[in-house]
């Protein structure tokens, strides 16, 4: 399919369900649920519980946790599994115990923000205008240098993947902004994949929950999307030409435009937000205008 076309149909879906067969269990073996929930290691739920608070504001940095006592009793679980889950919060530098004084939450700058659950616990938290301006730092950094890689490397299949992507991005808008979303961060993740560059794709698989997360925050997506498909399109032409420099100018045009439409939804935010981060961040979107 074209990219030339002024109407960009549904005919891809690069996130199409998956068929799953139902089977009925065989006689004498039931399965259930409940069964399933069992096998999950009670340390997980000390992991999940204590993270989500700690993410989520609620354990401030500084705060001393509960004993191990207390804490057992109100998780309704064995000291043994609530020390298994608390080495899990401190090796991803949520926690740290202190001589004397017992466990206390650590600053945001010890947190693993690379880390699977922590990127789970902060997209689901209430939004922090300061890890999503982080990560449009992170994103200028690497991604225009990515898609000059990927119009000088991409092969004709992922070009036409790419394209898909874009097609199908633009085809659910104005109705559909979620599955918009979804099909944006296709075209990210397979212009990074077009790198053939092994770190760059891990990297891109780490981030892509907090990704898929900024994309929601903006209070203004739809507008936002249907601003942005001619500076998509642009990125996607110039690696369709073999064209380097194009490809990467394209790419800090987009960012830039992505910094310019979530600005209300990080200024909306920003009250709450550390005074110290006003000033210290280079990360706010008003350095990408």
Known sequence: MSLCRTNYPACVV????????????????????????????????????????????????GDLLPTEAQLSRRLGISRPSLREGLKALAQKGLIEGRTRRGTVVCDRWHWDVLDADVLRWLAAAPPDPAFFMDLLDVRVIFEPAAARMAAARA??????????????????????????????????????????????????????????????LSSNARASYENSLAEHFAVARAIRTRSPDAAEQAMRDLLAGTARDLAPAYEKLLPAAPARRRTASAAGPPRHR
Do not use: W, Y
């Open 14 to 61: 690069p996130f199409s369900a998956r068929n799953h067969r139902l089977t009925t269990p065989r006689a004498g073996r039931p399965r259930s649920a409940v069964t399933a929930a069992q096998r999950r290691p009670k340390s997980r739920d000390v992991v999940d519980v204590l993270g989500v608070k700690i993410v989520s504001g609620k354990l401030a940095p």
């Open 155 to 216: 092969s004709p299949e992922q070009i036409l993947a790419i394209e898909r992507a874009f097609e199908a991005m633009a085809a659910a808008l104005p109705d559909d902004v979620e599955s918009c979303c979804a099909h944006d961060l296709a075209f990210h993740e397979l212009i990074t994949s077009a790198t053939g560059n092994r770190l760059l794709i891990r990297f891109a698989a780490a981030i892509r929950t907090a990704l898929l997360a900024a994309f929601r």
